[in-house]
Structure formats: structure tokens, C-alpha cells
């Protein structure tokens, strides 16, 4: 049999709090537990947010709490090249497209849809979907001539063309979920990749977004077994779909509890909640953090 491999992924766009902490240690205990190896992967394609300062203290206190990967993390800032020859094989295939609304249009075409009464599709992170439906119609010159006087674009997915593909079984797209999602679902899980509408393959700026990076390292990296947190369950139709359609292997899925703060919120490091730094500045230790997150 192969080796089970195991991932963990942050965004170093803050500081390491109880909630990452809970995510790595479980992947380490859950790799421990069947001898499988365990990656570190640094999703840090947002480059204004993600600083090497902020990566350098999340690695610290990772190593601080005994979380121990093996070979050098993968950086997804360094692998700009795997992201785009996914989009242009997208692209290709006819399911990528230049959006050029810049979110304010976006946002005011989805206000004028809501304001006549009309109701509007949210993805699962509560975002409007993309209103610019007709640029995947845009002729070849159309969107040429558009990319050459240099008006700035994002790269999207044409979701409506990639669930009407001849020989893509939407209705057969799982995956085997091994914890369970926001209302106990476990098992089989049948993907749901429409409601993410035309997601965003890279912004405007070029970067990979997170679906496309994401599914793509799981893959270069041989990650078989994805432990993440339970917010991140509704990603996984995009992630099955574009795993289906780029020739990607499908590894098991585990969503996770979240750590909660005491009202009842995810636990986030941009409102500054409780980070290991701040914790063990107090003279909490490593047993103590594990023992917080009920490990
Ligand atoms: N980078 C994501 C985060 O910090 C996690 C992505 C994943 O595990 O798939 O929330």
C-alpha cells in the first residue's frame, strides 16, 4: 500500500492562533496514526496580505508546538507556473475566461438585479455570484483585442459550460467525506459545484486564487488525505470538480470541528484572536495548547 500523506496549509496572513493549532496537531496525530507523512504547504498567493514576517512566526510557533513536517514546505508564491499552465489547459478546454467587471461594477450590476426584485445566487461563502455572464461569450478577437490595450482582468471559471460537458457525470461527483460536514454529513458526499458560480481562477494581479491553487498542490504534493477545518467543506465541490476535470487523483476528505471563540464565532486572525504567540508569551507550553484545543 502507499504511504498515507497528510497536509497542512495555512495562510500566513496573521498570527498562528488555537484553531491552526487544533488543524496541525490533528493532522499530525491522524499521519502518526497510520505511519503517513506529513507536508507543510504555505498558501501565501496573496502577497500583500501573506509576508514573510508573518510566515517566519508561524513557522516558529509551529515548530514551538511540536508540530514536525517532513522536507521543505511548499510555497505557493513559488509555483506561479503550475497555476497558470492549469488555467491556460482551463482555457483550452474553453472553461476560462478574462472577467473584466472590476468588483464595484460587479457588485453595483448585482445590486441592480436585487434592487427590481430579481433574487440573486450566493456561493457558500456568501459572495454574489460573478454577474459578467456575457464576457464568456466574448468572440476570440473580442477578448484579444481587450487583453492587448491592457484593461485589467481576472482569469474565471465558465461553470454553466463545465456541468454541460458531454462525459462529466455531475451527478456522480463525491467525495468520501471521514468526518463530517456542517449538518453531520458523513460518507458519500455528493458535490455541489454550481453553487459556487463562475469562481475566480486568478485575480486580477495574476495570482492563483485558492480553489485552483489548492486542488493542484494536493495533487503535485500526493496528498491523499485532506484534514482541514469544516469551513472549508463547501470548497470541496469546486475542488472534486476541477480534480475531474484537470485529470487529478481524489484524496479522502476530513472537515474538522472549529475552534469557536465565546460567542460562538470561528476563531480568526484577522480580528486577533487568541494566538499561540500571545499564549505562550503568558507561559502556557505546548501540552497546555494541546490539552486548550482537546487533543
Ligand atoms: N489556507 C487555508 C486556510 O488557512 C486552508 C486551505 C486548506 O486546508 O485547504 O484557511
Not at 490533528?26 to 498558501?43: D, F, P, T, V
Not at 508561524?58 to 513559488?78: H, V
Not at 497558470?84 to 483550452?92: F, I, N
Not at 465565546?262 to 508569551?281: F, H, Q
Request: aromatic share 6%; hydrophobic share 35%; proline share 5%.
Amino acid at each position: 500500500m502507499t504511504q498515507a500523506v497528510f497536509r497542512f496549509a495555512p495562510s500566513p496572513n496573521g498570527r498562528l492562533h488555537l484553531g491552526h493549532a487544533y488543524s496541525a496537531l490533528l493532522n499530525q496525530r491522524l499521519a502518526r496514526s497510520i505511519g503517513g507523512k506529513l507536508l507543510l504547504r504555505i498558501e501565501n498567493t496573496d502577497t500583500v496580505r501573506c509576508t514573510p514576517v508573518l510566515e517566519a512566526r508561524m513557522l516558529d510557533d509551529l515548530r514551538w508546538l511540536g508540530f514536525e513536517w517532513d522536507g521543505e514546505p511548499r510555497r505557493q508564491s513559488e509555483h506561479d507556473t503550475d497555476y497558470a499552465e492549469a488555467v491556460g489547459r482551463l482555457e483550452a478546454m474553453g472553461l476560462a475566461y478574462p472577467a473584466f467587471l472590476s468588483r464595484g461594477e460587479a457588485r453595483r450590476l448585482v445590486e441592480q438585479e436585487t434592487s427590481q426584485g430579481h433574487s440573486w445566487p450566493y456561493d457558500p461563502d456568501g459572495v454574489p455570484h460573478y454577474p459578467g455572464g456575457e464576457e464568456r461569450l466574448l468572440s476570440e478577437q473580442e477578448r484579444a483585442r481587450r487583453v492587448a490595450a491592457g484593461d485589467a482582468f481576472a482569469m474565471r471559471f465558465d461553470m454553466e459550460r463545465a456541468l454541460s460537458l458531454p462525459g462529466l457525470q455531475t451527478e456522480r461527483l463525491c467525495w468520501q467525506e471521514e468526518c463530517s460536514g456542517p449538518d453531520g454529513e458523513k460518507g458519500e458526499i455528493t458535490a455541489d459545484p454550481a453553487a459556487w458560480g463562475d469562481f475566480m481562477l486568478t485575480g486580477r494581479d495574476r495570482a492563483a486564487a485558492y480553489h485552483l491553487a489548492c486542488v493542484l498542490d494536493d495533487a503535485i504534493q500526493g496528498v491523499t488525505h485532506v484534514v482541514r477545518g469544516r469551513d472549508l467543506y463547501h470548497a470541496t465541490s469546486a475542488h472534486r470538480l476541477l480534480q475531474e476535470l484537470l485529470g487529478l487523483p481524489e484524496p479522502l476528505y476530513c472537515h474538522h470541528d472549529l475552534i469557536l471563540d465565546s460567542d460562538g464565532r470561528k476563531l480568526s486572525k484577522s480580528r486577533g484572536d487568541t494566538s499561540v504567540a500571545e499564549l505562550r508569551a503568558a507561559g502556557a507550553t505546548p501540552g497546555d495548547i494541546t490539552r486548550m484545543v482537546g487533543l
